[in-house]
């Protein structure tokens, strides 16, 4: 079995590819910083940069039972003191860095007719994240994205999953200066999500906490919702 990860250099990335490897996997490993990419059994480290398509169609050689677009970045962005540039590099590597794995796999998948494809999202593409707005919007066009895919590539005999973390004790997250709610070990995250991709599931969310309160505040009036986070939505 071969996968494919992408910003497998920290985080969830690396989490995956170490709990991969202990699987049996075998695997290639994309992020900018190989040099921070520890070395695993059946794996290889390639200098990658999602943004860019034709790198990753280069650095994604031969056909895989699994493509993880994981690389991800998050950048603070209040409506306020809008930054065009922190929204278009959050937008250029969650949503168009996935585009390119899949630009890269997909065709080769519907050959096989096997093969699955994944997207790490986030609970936070459920609603819009006062302070995080534009990384809200990325996730959810993830998952936009992604649902739609699993429902045309399922004639093809290829899958997709939606990987929906909440909070993970990653660099990203350890930039807050909030309390995390539910706040999750990454490798503890990693074996959910392993544990998910193998049997096929369509959504893999976690913490459950996390997810029962987005699940309520995705359905809630919008009345209700401005009211309860209105105090995250005050320039700090």
């Given amino acids: 079995m071969r996968a494919v990860i992408t910003g497998a250099s920290s985080g969830i990335g690396l989490e995956l590819a170490r709990e991969l490897s202990r699987r049996g996997w075998e695997l290639l490993l994309l992020a900018r910083r190989v040099e921070l990419i520890e070395k695993l059994p059946r ?19 031969g056909p895989f039972d699994l493509a993880v677009a994981n690389a991800g970045v998050s950048i603070p962005n209040h409506a306020a003191t809008f930054s065009f540039a922190d ?13 390119a794995l899949y630009d890269a796999v ?9 093969g699955r494809f994944a997207g790490i999202a986030s609970l936070a593409g459920l609603r819009g994240l006062p302070a995080a707005a534009p990384y809200s919007a990325s996730k ?9 895919s699993r429902v045309e590539l399922a ?12 909070f993970v004790e990653t660099a990203m ?14 490798r503890r995250a990693a074996r959910i999500i392993a544990d998910g991709l193998e049997r096929g599931k369509r ?34």
């Fill in 173 to 186: 997250t350890a930039k807050n200066r909030f309390r995390m709610p539910f706040l999750m070990d990454a």
């Fill in 155 to 166: 004639p093809y005999g290829v899958g997709v999953t939606i990987v929906n973390p909440g």
């Fill in 140 to 148: 959810a066009a993830m998952q936009a994205f992604l649902e739609a």
């Fill in 106 to 114: 997909i065709p080769s998948m519907i050959e096989r007719r096997s």
């Fill in 43 to 61: 794996s290889e480290a390639v200098a990658c940069d999602v943004t860019d398509r034709e790198a990753v169609r280069a650095a994604v050689r």
């Fill in 203 to 236: 959504v893999v969310e976690f913490p459950r906490g996390t997810s029962m309160m987005m699940r309520f505040l995705r359905h809630a009036p919008d009345a209700l919702y401005d009211r309860v986070l209105r105090s995250q939505g005050r320039k700090r």
């Fill in 87 to 99: 929204a278009e590099q959050v937008f250029r590597v969650n949503v168009l860095g996935m585009f």
